[in-house]
């Protein structure tokens, strides 16, 4: 995969600690997407949604099936998104060296947060909150640690936008038009409370004219833009791409909504302050959180089921290799070949270069065949290698040799 800063500072860390590496990564990444939880509930609270309208954002962020993916597998997008809404939450203090250092953490992770930074760091500049020398400092820290690591591995400065416009079939890029492609990918993942959530932020930013609802809005939908227009361009933009930007609108949902419902609760109560007791409020909390939750409750058992065979597929892998010989014999009869998704796992237990694990066999060849998913059928395939034999195989995994001059 291409280069990202501060996930290669925890793993260049971690690979003093031998084979439980990944675990120490799988940690740190899950640690991200729980605190991104935490602080959605907080950033919608303090956003005018009050305690319900941060239960409803943390709630529906939560369960999310592509949320609750992403995190367990270990992807970096729980950590980006607890760093920007770190962000948000210290701008909203009035902690704006704070705000601009985690967003500077966040600009870490994903090339797109540079615009936004970019243009938060000259307002900084603008008013005069920071030094100069320390937003410009920063920006230029960010930028060398994307670029010069890069052009000292590969001698190729933007190697890690080369790799990320070469995508997998299927993706929005290849798409008739993929910025309606990302735009419907985005529409999919927001359920109807939060549509209904976001229609009460719109008429709460009207009313009120708040410039930080304004500010989670615009930045919700200056992400969705940048995206589109990477996909457009060439990048794959897929779900993973999308999870910040509708994070951002999961918790300005959550502001909408509790903002709404306090303001039908006065209305209707016609000045008498509503009950403050723990009973009626504990209620309320926990209505919202169920209905921002429901719509995605019916996808949380299948999730989990496509989690646990992900797992299996990873947690097989080292007792297939030994039944085969051992990672040296593989190795020894020929190049390591497996289906898309299964190539970190496969070069972790051979002990070689994600980059030396092909998908495409071609003899002398050892292929681990598998099934990505229950239902789906074995790849890659072995038309190409010849004659072969099974050296290991289980309900998922095959290992195949195909090695030099056939023996």
């Not at 099936?65 to 997008?77: C, M, V």
């Not at 060849?365 to 190409?384: C, D, G, K, M, Q």
Request: hydrophobic share 55%; net charge positive; proline share 7%.
């Amino acid at each position: 995969p291409s280069w990202k800063p501060l996930p290669v500072a925890f793993t260049t860390v971690f690979s003093f600690f031998g084979s439980i590496a990944p675990d120490l990564w799988l940690v740190v990444a899950r640690a991200g997407a729980i605190a991104a939880i935490v602080l959605a509930f907080r950033v919608a609270r303090r956003l005018g949604g009050g305690i319900v309208g941060g239960a409803a954002a943390a709630a529906a962020l939560a369960i999310a099936p592509w949320w609750i993916r992403n995190a367990a597998l270990g992807n970096s997008e729980g950590l980006l998104v607890a760093f920007v809404l770190a962000a948000l939450d210290r701008e909203l203090a009035g902690r704006r060296r704070q705000a601009f250092l985690l967003a500077c953490a966040a600009a870490l992770l994903r090339p797109e947060v540079w615009p936004l930074l970019g243009v938060y760091g000259l307002w900084i500049m603008w008013r005069r909150h920071l030094p100069v020398r320390l937003v410009l400092g920063a920006g230029v820290v960010v930028l060398a640690l994307w670029l010069l690591p890069e052009w000292w591995g590969s001698g190729d400065l933007l190697r890690a936008a080369h790799r990320a416009k070469d995508v997998n079939p299927g993706a929005p890029t290849f798409a008739e038009n993929p910025a309606v492609a990302v735009l419907e990918a985005a529409g999919e993942m927001l359920t109807v409370p939060l549509l209904v959530g976001l229609a009460a932020a719109a008429g709460l930013l009207v009313a009120r004219r708040d410039r930080m609802l304004a500010l989670v809005g615009g930045l919700a939908v200056a992400w969705l833009a940048i995206v589109v227009y990477m996909t457009s361009d060439g990048f794959s933009g897929n779900q993973r791409y999308l999870i910040a930007p509708i994070a951002l609108l999961i918790v300005l949902a959550g502001a909408g909504a509790g903002a709404a419902l306090a303001a039908a609760l006065g209305a209707r109560r016609r000045g008498v302050a509503p009950p403050t007791g723990a009973g009626p409020v504990a209620i309320a909390v926990l209505a919202a959180a169920v209905v921002f939750a429901a719509p995605s409750l019916h996808r949380f058992q299948p999730t989990l089921d496509s989690l646990r065979y992900q797992a299996q597929l990873t947690d097989a892998l080292p007792g297939l290799i030994e039944q085969a010989g051992g990672a040296a014999r593989l190795k020894a009869c020929g190049d390591p070949y497996t289906g898309p998704f299964l190539v970190p796992a496969v070069a972790w237990q051979l002990g070689v270069h994600s980059q030396q694990v092909a998908l495409e066999p071609r003899r002398p060849a050892v292929v681990f065949r598998v099934h990505t998913t229950r239902t789906s059928p074995a790849v890659p395939s072995l038309r190409t290698v010849g004659d072969h034999v099974t050296a290991a195989h289980d309900g998922s995994w095959r290992i195949v040799l195909a090695c030099g001059g056939g023996g």
